[in-house]
């Protein structure tokens, strides 16, 4: 077919196609998901098991915010991905967050370390969070991979890493609230790794589910 | 003094109104960008063939129809339409590469059997401006899905994607145009 005809083609199709609302505002508005979510999931744990249950300590809260705001980055991250001409170092900014969130943990080994005289890693495995995040992680960022097809897969790989590490950084907040930890690094190793390990099988298995729209005419 | 307004500013003007279902605005568009990624392409990958060059520039149309939602009107469009010719461009690097990597180039190697008739070098194609002629007599659908399929040597998914076709459709057009070539160059071997 030549461009000409493609092109007529083409006009002959066109049909309304309303402006996506800019990353930050959908960002805002899976945000609203998210913790709705969680707030679901705090209240369902409250209801059945002592608050005390959670100690949280400045630390503690320092490491789920951190978390929360890696998330939110992570995500507006991936939702301007997605969008042709946007800077390609979107990723930056979730990479800090990512890298403090580390740190506070590792922070959080060495009190344990001075308190407790051990890390406390191989007095803990934890596969339940493993399963807890990755089924929460899905309902958190089913949403997400919604609103990410609409948009340029231009780069799949990264847009999946960084959707997969938006929504289990919230499912990490879900798990630390149904499954306190006593030992920091038992959550950097676990929750770390499940994180590590899920955002990477997105990305690997990206060009599947992040695919340019159909290309075909009508 | 001339108040028309930039360039790019009319490019966006004509992407909004196309935004909104417009048409002419959208045809008008596309008419103004295709030189415009035309010479995208070109610029970065010089050592493309005119057709390779034609098959780029009509899928990052088909692109730019795809996500035309992702432009934001407030935004200049050139950025943005520079930005998906990058990454169609790629695209197609990988895609190429990777075709590469699992087809090999072969001469035209003499094939040879047991059989005398088989080595017979006597043997010809037909004639090539017959077959032409029979393929402008037939239907436009069909010749079509011939010069796509057959000639161009396209997939099916990518003749679909071209015409709009579903993949049944290209199947059957092929396979009735190859019956009326068929018959076509059968009649005029026995003139």
């Known amino acids: 077919m030549r461009t000409d005809e493609l092109i007529d083609r083409l006009g002959r199709d066109v049909t309304v196609a309303q402006p996506l609302p800019a990353p930050g505002i959908r960002t805002a508005m899976w945000t609203v998901w998210a913790v709705s979510f969680l707030v679901v999931v705090a209240v369902m744990m409250f209801a059945v098991m002592s608050s005390a249950a959670v100690t949280a300590t400045p630390l503690y809260l320092v490491q789920q915010s951190v978390a929360l705001v890696t998330g939110i980055m992570a995500a507006r991250a991936a939702l301007a991905s997605v969008i042709p001409g946007t800077s390609s170092r979107v990723w930056v900014l979730p990479a800090i967050g990512a890298a403090v969130w580390g740190v506070s943990l590792l922070w959080g080994g060495v009190l344990d370390l001075q308190a407790s005289g051990t890390l406390g890693v191989a007095s803990q495995s934890d596969w339940p969070c ?89 | 003094m001339d108040e028309s307004p930039a360039p790019d500013e009319h490019l966006a003007r004509l992407m909004a109104r196309a935004q909104q279902g417009d048409s002419n605005a959208y045809v008008t568009l596309l008419r103004a960008i295709t030189p415009r990624v035309r010479q995208l392409v070109r610029a970065r990958r010089g050592f493309l063939g005119e057709s390779d060059v034609e098959d780029v520039v009509q899928e990052v149309l088909l692109s730019v129809h795809a996500v035309r939602a992702t432009y934001d009107p407030a935004r200049p469009l050139m950025p943005w339409l520079s930005a998906i010719v990058r990454h169609r461009l790629a695209d197609a690097g990988r895609r190429h590469v990777r075709q590469g990597a699992h087809e090999i180039g072969v001469d035209d190697l003499d094939v040879t059997f047991q059989a005398p008739p088989a080595n017979s070098r006597e043997e010809t194609f037909g004639d090539p401006d017959a077959l032409a002629q029979a393929i402008q007599t037939l239907p436009p659908g069909q010749r079509q899905a011939v010069e796509l399929l057959k000639l161009r040597e396209l997939s099916l998914k990518e003749a679909s994607a071209l015409t709009g076709m579903s993949i049944g459709a290209l199947k059957i057009a092929t396979h009735r145009a190859i019956a009326t070539l068929r018959r076509a160059l059968r009649a005029s071997d026995e003139k």
């Open chain 1, 130 to 218: 493993v399963v807890s995040m990755t089924a929460g992680g899905l309902v958190v960022g089913s949403p997400l991979i919604w609103m990410l097809r609409r948009g340029a897969p231009l780069t799949p790989g990264l847009t999946a890493f960084l959707a997969a590490l938006a929504a289990l950084s919230f499912a990490n907040i879900e798990a630390c609230l149904t499954r306190p930890h006593a030992f920091a690094l038992t959550v950097l190793l676990w929750h770390g790794g499940t994180v590590a390990a899920v955002a990477a099988i997105c990305a690997l298995t990206a060009h599947r589910w992040l695919r340019w729209p159909d290309l075909t005419t009508r």
